[in-house]
Each structure stands twice: as structure tokens, then as C-alpha cells.
């Protein structure tokens, strides 16, 4: 059984931090191109960031660059997300996903999601 299960969600003022963190079980984790990904109240959920499996190709949201940076560590299955400079506008559900394949032609949006984690909040106040 295939589980994501993302922690490090919270409040948090505009201008601070917070790291979230993705544990992944049941699936060849070193196989997997892996991503991040945020529903805000009232809006459809949107990419924010891919990783290859090797970590050798990474997109990001042109909001969010300069400002998040994906990580994973293999050893552990374990996705990170840091986060920082945070903005109102970042408030949302966050979601770590397993790529069902990763090319970087697509569209971000239009590469389809093998797995979803049950998400994490996070709330940026102004």
C-alpha cells in the first residue's frame, strides 16, 4: 500500500519560513519523479515544484522561484519542500505527489499524478 504523508504545515507570518516534509512507503521511491503542489481555498490545485528521481532535473512555479527550494533524500524516502520569504498568497493545502513519468516538454500541470498525500496546511498571515 502506497502511502505520502506530508508534516510540517502551520501558521506563519508573511516573511517567514516553514520546511514541509513528505514520507513515502510502499512504492520503489528511487523510481519515482516526485512533486509538490497546493490548492488554495476556492482555486484548483497547482504545481509548485518537480524533482527527478536523481535529482537532476527541478522545476518550479514561476511563484514560488527563488523562494522554495525541493529536495529528497532516496536513502530515506523522504520529499522536502523549504519554503521561504512566505507570502499570503502561498496559503493553501499542500500536497506531495509521485509523478506517473517526468518530461520536462509538459506543461507541469499536464503530467499525471501516480499518488497523492493527504496534504498539509499552511496559512501565511499578512
Known amino acids: 500500500q502506497v502511502q505520502l504523508v506530508e508534516s510540517g504545515g502551520g501558521l506563519v507570518q508573511a516573511g517567514g519560513s516553514l520546511r514541509l516534509s513528505c514520507a513515502a512507503s510502499g512504492l520503489p521511491f528511487n523510481n519515482y519523479a516526485m512533486g509538490w503542489y497546493r490548492q488554495a481555498p476556492g482555486k484548483e490545485r497547482e504545481f509548485v515544484a518537480h524533482?527527478?528521481?536523481?535529482?537532476?532535473?527541478?522545476r518550479y512555479a514561476n511563484s514560488v522561484k527563488g523562494r522554495f527550494t525541493v529536495s529528497r533524500d532516496n536513502a530515506k524516502t523522504m520529499l522536502y519542500l523549504q519554503m521561504n520569504r512566505l507570502e499570503p498568497e502561498d496559503t493553501g493545502m499542500y500536497y506531495c505527489a509521485a509523478l506517473k513519468f517526468y518530461d520536462d516538454t509538459y506543461s507541469p500541470n499536464a503530467i499525471p499524478v501516480n499518488y497523492w498525500g493527504q496534504g498539509t496546511q499552511v496559512t501565511v498571515s499578512s
Open positions: 524533482i527527478t528521481s536523481s535529482s537532476a532535473d527541478i
